[in-house]
């Protein structure tokens, strides 16, 4: 059994540095990784707080029918509630919210400013603070059926929501889709990479990024497998997903 299971590991070992070494070319080790800075989130406006998450489901799903961009997340209190838009000013998010109230679309609501997301708060608590605020923030969705109403599994969404909602609650307006995501990142090799960097597979074409998750530390990372699914941490070291490994990217 012992032999077994260190066979395992090695083969696992094996795996990872393999697809590392497949697609080094998107994961450089050397030379200054590209510079590039991802937008701050401005505005959004919160509403609801839902016991059932159908509910918050249904709302956003209302919302992003009329085109307003929305997600739901699990708040500290475990209720589900709403957020949408990123407005550039106060009196924008306000006014949009006024009038998805008086159509009855939305009940009472607030502004989430700037200010208030930890990446704002760099300068005084550091990078690090925030990567800590990004773990927190993935491990509250851990258990949590994650679905996008009627986005499809195909389109990387279902993966992809969790990342941008998690990003975008600490203050960062990550892309929508995984694919925008992986290019929007600076690469890290896997010797690099820290707590709150996501980490991206081919799990549909191959060569193509489909899936993304969260790394955590410790060679672990949360994702959302497919509509429906619990979000779960996995291991890096797990054979499906170190074999479709397409590299890692920070945004800190």
């Known amino acids: 059994m012992k032999k077994f299971y260190i066979f395992t590991v090695l083969l696992a070992s094996i795996l990872i540095l393999q697809a590392c070494s497949k697609h080094s070319g998107t994961v450089p080790t050397r030379g200054p990784a590209p510079e590039r800075e991802i937008a701050r989130m401005q505005y959004s406006v919160q509403v609801g707080a839902f016991a059932v998450l159908d509910n918050a489901v249904r709302l956003m799903s209302q919302l992003e029918r009329m085109g307003v961009e929305a997600y739901y997340f699990r708040d500290q209190d ?8 990123n407005y550039p000013s106060y009196q924008a998010a306000r006014s949009n919210a006024t009038n998805l109230q008086a159509r009855g679309i939305i009940s009472n609501f607030f502004i989430i400013l700037p200010e208030s997301y930890s990446v704002a708060r760099i300068p005084r608590t550091g990078v690090n603070h925030v990567r800590q605020e990004i773990v927190r923030t ?3 969705f851990i258990g949590v059926p994650y ?10 969404f279902d993966c992809s929501g969790l990342t941008m909602v998690v990003y975008r609650q600490n203050g960062l307006n990550l892309p929508r889709v995984s694919r925008y995501q992986f290019r929007a990142g600076r690469p890290v090799n896997l010797r690099s990479i820290q707590k709150g960097d996501l980490v991206f597979f081919a799990t549909g074409s191959p060569g193509r990024v489909s899936h993304v998750g969260i790394y955590i530390g410790r060679n672990r990372f949360i994702h959302a497998p497919s509509t429906g699914s619990n979000v779960r941490i996995e291991q890096l070291s797990n054979p499906y997903f170190s074999s479709r490994f397409m590299g890692a990217r920070t945004y800190l």
Not at 147 to 156: A, I, L, P
């Open 138 to 140: 993935a491990h509250s």
């Open 147 to 156: 679905r996008w109403g009627g986005e499809t599994r195909e389109s990387g």
């Open 78 to 85: 475990q209720l589900y509630k709403v957020r949408f838009g």
